[in-house]
């Protein structure tokens, strides 16, 4: 959990000097904490083509005349780990200086670990920015004494020239986090125009505390929060069971499915049997192949010392007992298979679970397809039958949760288990759909699913925008795939049931200028999880599942072909009626 604390009042408004070499023109963003985010963006973007230019390498050690109680001028690779493990940026200098020697410290309500780099408010890992967290370690190492605030700026910004109005901002965010002024509260003096002191009790923390932090196992790592799991114990206790054993288990699902819902239990169960922790890096935000191994180095805090720092990343974990988790492989799915390979090559002691909506096809991978909930294929069930499938299970608790007093009658098992079935019994179309139940109440609910895409657009504000809405999970996936990929999916959706690669080929073709492998296509997009192959004797059919249908519906009408290929499925269904008579 993340420490918050009221606000203790307005930040002084930051100014960056200008760099030697150039000056940002970018305009500053409103507000303290984003002040510190633009800080922090801005003068790693200095730094990293300062270090571009001057070749610089290496780790920076602690400035100044005295030796740090709390930092070694020159630490292992890597030995820093940070509490907001998830990042895409590079790593200024300031966080090369990983304190790594001295004993953990506590003050007030707080511990600080050092080779972690973790503070703790109570059992909680308390969020804090790098650059204030290295202020924190300058003030710990010499509680009491005067540090000027030169020295400060030297050790948190080695590379770059900054005004003191920097400093100000940094110090007034970890002021904000440690909760300066209440109860009477008081850790850093403030000396005008000279520096800062550490004027709170600090006393060193014994072994068994430091061990505390170990047992945790994990507070190092972000897992996404989780809500009841409804349906997956057996996955879930399938997956425990696997990823020691096998090392590398990618969950395989169309989007919605609950990939990383099933992935995080499973990490939360195994959490205790790896000692350095579990580690969940969430590659879904990043937009270019070539930012997976620096992710990944980011979470363990490593340094960005090379354009590739993979190398460093395995020689960091070589040694390590760890479960690292990579979420949301799908869309950088070839790097991410190139990191999962040399992780799984040089560190032995590590093992891998990944999600994507398609296998990474990566060596030593194990694919585990994870099922839609379970749905009744009876409708004439009473309520505690129906409550025994997972699918009901999952619209009553959330619909519950939505309007306060849903209560599943008998009568009403009907339409519930339609609209389920209607939505494939995938989680996160369930849960878009129970909460419509408030607005529409549950006829109008079942009157209007077939109009899926439009109905199921209010998701949680919270919530991932490509799990805001269903459309919004449907464009995730179609959005990745190759244009002539997207061509044949559209193009397949004129089959309201299954159908096989013969009858495929047939709608996909338009003209005989069009060159499309359709067999391989197919393959690629069951591989996808866009088309569900069913095996029927020796031959394979495949079909859409009626969300995905919808939206290629829509995706090929707006495309102009949809007249073309409705004429080739009648022409194909014409074929067939000759065939019969024949």
Not at 310 to 317: A, I
Not at 550 to 574: D, I, N
């Amino acid at each position: 959990m993340l420490d918050t604390t009221p606000d203790p009042g307005p930040l002084p408004q930051p100014r960056l000097a200008a760099h030697p070499a150039r000056q940002s023109r970018e305009p500053m963003e409103v507000g303290p904490d984003a002040r510190v985010a633009r800080l922090d963006r801005g003068l790693t973007s200095e730094y990293e083509s300062h270090r571009l230019r001057t070749s610089v390498g290496g780790a920076t050690g602690a400035q100044g005349a005295n030796s740090s109680k709390l930092a070694s001028s020159r630490p292992e690779p890597g030995r820093a780990t940070r509490p907001d493990a998830i990042g895409m940026r590079g790593y200024s200098s300031m966080e090369r200086q990983a304190s790594v020697a001295g004993p953990d410290v506590a003050f007030g309500t707080f511990r600080l670990f050092v080779t972690q780099r973790v503070l703790m408010k109570g059992d909680r890992a308390v969020r804090l920015g790098s650059r204030a967290l290295e202020i924190l370690f300058a003030l710990l190492e010499h509680p009491g004494e005067l540090i000027r605030k030169a020295r400060l700026l030297q050790r948190v910004w080695p590379d770059v020239v900054v005004e003191e109005g920097t400093l100000r901002v940094h110090i007034a965010a970890l002021r904000k986090v440690l909760g300066e002024g209440h109860s009477g509260t008081r850790y850093i003096e403030n000396v005008s125009g000279v520096g800062y002191r550490f004027v709170a009790p600090v006393s060193k923390l014994e072994r068994s505390d430091d061990e505390n932090l170990g047992g945790a196992a994990g507070v190092h790592s972000l897992l996404p929060a989780l809500h009841r799991v409804i349906g997956r114990t057996e996955v879930v206790a399938a997956l425990v069971a696997q990823v020691p054993k096998r090392r590398f288990v990618t969950i395989v699902g169309p989007g919605g499915i609950g990939k990383t819902t099933v992935a995080a239990a499973t990490a939360l169960k195994l959490r205790s049997s790896y000692p350095q922790g579990v580690y969940c890096v969430d590659l879904a935000a990043i937009s270019s192949t070539d930012r997976v191994a620096c992710t990944v180095a980011a979470a363990f805090g490593l340094p960005l010392l090379s354009e590739d720092p993979l190398p460093d990343v395995v020689e960091f974990l070589a040694q390590k007992r760890l479960l690292l988790l990579l979420d949301n492989c799908e869309h950088v799915i070839e790097s991410a298979a190139r990191v999962a390979e040399a992780v799984l090559r040089r560190a032995s002691g590590v093992c891998l679970l990944a999600t994507s909506r398609e296998p990474l096809r990566a060596e030593g991978e194990w694919v585990h397809r994870l099922p839609a909930l379970e749905l009744p294929s009876r409708d004439d069930l009473q309520t505690t039958e129906a409550l025994g499938y997972a699918a009901i299970q999952l619209f009553v608790e959330r619909a519950t949760a939505s309007t306060g007093d849903f209560e599943l009658r008998d009568e009403d098992v009907v339409l519930v288990t339609e609209v389920c079935r209607k939505l494939d019994g995938l989680p996160l179309a369930i849960e878009l759909a129970a909460a419509c139940v408030e607005r529409l109440g549950l006829q109008g609910l079942a009157e209007r699913i077939d109009d899926r895409l439009q109905l199921l657009r209010i998701g949680r504000r919270t919530a991932v925008p490509r799990h805001r809405t269903l459309r919004a999970t449907l464009d995730w996936s179609y959005e990745i795939l190759l244009p002539e990929e997207q061509k044949l999916l559209r193009r397949l959706a004129v089959f309201a049931g299954s159908f096989s690669v013969k009858s495929a080929l047939a709608v996909a073709l338009l003209n005989d200028v069009e060159q499309v492998n359709v067999g391989d296509h197919l393959a690629d997009l069951a591989g996808k999880s866009l088309l569900v192959g069913d095996v029927e004797r020796d031959t394979i059919r495949y079909r859409l599942l009626d969300t995905t249908r919808s939206y290629a519906l829509e995706k090929l009408v707006e495309s102009g072909e949809e007249p073309a290929v409705r004429r080739k499925h009648a022409e194909l269904c014409a074929s067939w009626r000759r065939t019969a008579e024949n």
